[in-house]
């Protein structure tokens, strides 16, 4: 195996053996439940320690995540970025299981799993990064939090139906003032999402490159921006109702006039075990978009 495709491997080394891994299911999807049990069953046949969790129980799967060598996310997509923002900080490699609607992450599904995570297990794989980004919330000097993204962080108005004005600086420079339902900061992988939706261009998932995708603009920058890894984005919202601050699109909280939220690239990235052929983003792609030219062999 060629020396680019074994570096970054799991932290305990680029050919380390698996041992003890985790099978993470939805709590909301009892299928998942009885294929993860099927998995952690085929892993104790090839005297391996299976564990298994919610992926909702984030809490314990992140104090088990520096023991494990693996983990196997069960659902869809929305599972699989819960999983990698709780595997990242360790480097551990993750693996999906797609029983979702989409599954653009997932590697496996029910039907061919039995095929693939052997070939997992056997070192048989190669392993893609994708970056992530750090998103922090500020009102005036105190922090709202901080918080990691796979795909996306999202700065948009609230219930009601008016525009919030989004004052935009790029490392510390005036770039524009959005007047707009939102601005969405994404990554390449988040470029096939939300960013996706509202026009923006698809990246393919090995750039580290930051996304600009405002979100129905009114008579400001209707373009979508890609920039560079290494800048900062700050967004100043202004607003005299309610703004809403999202991350990835699964969790949010209330912003006031006159909070920042600032996003640059993640310390951490997420890491994808493959066994597909390195240009499979593309088939995928074009299958889920229903765009598949079956006219050719």
Excluded at 65 to 75: A, S
Excluded at 256 to 279: C, H, K, N
Aim: hydrophobic letters at 45%.
């Amino acid at each position: 195996m060629a020396e680019e495709e074994v570096q970054g491997r799991s932290r305990k080394g680029p050919l380390a053996p698996f041992h003890r891994v985790g099978v993470l299911q939805h709590p909301k999807l009892p299928a998942t439940h009885v294929v993860a049990q099927e998995v952690a069953d085929f892993l104790l046949a090839q005297d391996l320690i299976p564990w298994l969790a919610s992926t909702w129980d984030e809490p314990t799967v992140r104090d088990m995540m520096p023991d494990l060598d693996l983990v196997i996310v069960l659902g869809g997509d929305g599972s699989t970025l819960r999983a990698a923002r709780m595997a990242a900080p360790c480097g551990v490699p993750i693996v999906g299981l797609n029983m979702g609607r989409l599954g653009f992450l997932a590697e496996m599904s029910p039907e061919d799993w039995r095929e693939k995570l052997p070939r997992v297990l056997a070192g048989d794989y190669w392993l893609e990064e994708r970056m992530m980004l750090r998103a922090q919330a500020w009102r005036q000097d105190a922090s709202l939090g901080t918080y990691d993204a796979l795909n996306d962080v999202v700065v948009s108005r609230g219930s009601l139906a008016r525009v919030v004005r989004i004052h935009t600086h790029i490392d510390g420079g005036h770039l524009t003032t959005y007047v707009a339902d939102g601005l969405i900061v994404a990554t390449p992988t988040g470029s096939t999402a939300y960013a996706l939706a509202v026009g923006g261009p698809i990246l393919p998932p090995e750039l580290r490159n930051i996304l600009l995708v405002p979100i129905a603009p009114h008579l400001s920058l209707d373009r979508a921006i890609v920039l560079s890894e290494g800048v900062q984005v700050e967004m100043r919202v202004g607003t005299d109702h309610e703004a809403i601050l999202t991350v990835d699109g699964q969790f949010a909280f209330a912003l006031d006039d006159g909070d920042r939220v600032v996003v640059q690239a993640s310390p951490y990235l997420a890491r994808f075990i493959r066994v597909q052929e390195r240009t499979y983003f593309y088939k995928t792609l074009m299958e889920r978009l229903g765009m598949v030219d079956r006219g050719r062999g």
